[in-house]
């Protein structure tokens, strides 16, 4: 009966997103405009100066708007991410989520049904601007299509737990053009999501670094290797262990006793 | 204690401070089941934290919440699923319609999608809304999205139901038709009712009252013992005695 209950919360929940994602189709067009922008007019225009030597999962030299592919889809999930957090601060300011807090359920579950029904919506993002991409002639293996979609959920969730705890931190909705400039972008061009770390490390030892350790290199890599039928275990062990930690973090953010919701309060 | 002598909802000895100013102070009341009880103060008399607390947004480390015998700490998915909300700021969805908004509301308290529909459509159709079920929430007016987010707190059936200054920004028809039906919810349903409000118009010469100001209860009992207690002859006056003193 109580796992019922779970259920039906989770359905309810999952079907809330679906539906917002449904009537907001600016924020789906622009979901797929902004990757596909990066896809036709910048790899278009480094394709001759940005050169990208055989590395794995390639097995032949690819072109530059192969490269970038699996670093785009990273990128659709990041912003994702970045929404979902942006309509959590947006919900709490409004009000709206207050309802789901005051529902009979613990609330790390609340909190775990929301990032898996970003998740799914961040999923059906992805796979959207790989058909466009496709048309484009930009073909994985068959297979890869199928075995990328364990990796985008694996993706979607860590990115999507870093913005519910970002959305913990974060006391009102102005404060989020800093974020955006403090975590998507940095996250964004601090990875291999449009430069293999061989290239990053022949200028700085330092971007280097901070380049391999970004989970969100790791989570472009999964997807890149996903993408090809392969496996990454490396990071697919680091995306989930930062996911966890994320996860675990934001929960504790929303915790009425010891997170954030506590100083947040007005009278 | 057997469940007639219950409280719906039992307060006791909550205090609750943001740094250091003290929002709430040593507050207790109990709410029966059929009671409706108003709570009157002014603006930042502690009203909204105090239903913060009651709903759990926030956790007090002083005191003690009960719904209908469960405490709201350890116990909060017993608690929670007693109570029903109606908060201050609107909580629809806006681009949802009135179905949709008020499905996912009964989702989240597990009703099945059957059990949700029927309900739905007793609680819409009591406040005679259920023709606009599938209008955008967006298209309805202040008034009408007030209702809906009644029968939205209305749909698990809850034995406790709070409301927080509902009728702020209504027209008069619209607030006195709201007032009327919330009465009627106590009367009709035995539905324990806590209404937090500054309007003293709102009160009713059956209902009980709390006078809360600066964190502190001034003054509580039916409208005759706390007119009695301060000596004035009606509510009006005898809120402006009881949130003067100490100004």
Redesign the interface.
Known sequence: MRL???L??L???V??EL??FV??RERFVSALVRPLVWLFIFAAGFRSTLGVAIIPPYETYVLYEVYITPGLLGMVQLFNGMQSSLSMVYDRE???M?????????RWFLLLAKLLAGTLVSVLQAYTFLLVAWFYEIEAPPLGYATLLPALVLSGLMLGALGLLLSSFIRQLENFAGVMNFVIFPMFFLSTALYPLWNIQGSSELLYALARYNPFSQAVEMIRFALYGQFNRDACLYTLAALILFLVMAIIGYN??KGM???K??? | MSAMNTPALAVENLSYAYGKKLALDAVYFTVNPGECTILLGPNGAGKSTLFSLITRLYDSREGLIRICGFDLKKRSSQALARLGVVFQQPTLDLDLNVMQNLRYQAALHGLSPRLADDRIREELERQGMFERRHEKVRQLNGGHRRRVEIARALLHKPQVLLLDEPTVGLDVPSRKAIVDYVHRLCSDQSIAVLWATHLIDEVYESDRLIVLHKGKIRARGSVPQVLETVAADNIGAAFQILTREEK
Do not use: C, E, F
């Open positions: 019922l209950h779970y039906r919360a359905k309810g929940i079907a809330r539906y917002r009537h907001q409004m009000g709206s207050k309802t789901l807090l005051v529902s009979p359920l613990p009425p006793s919701m506590q100083r309060g007005g009278a």
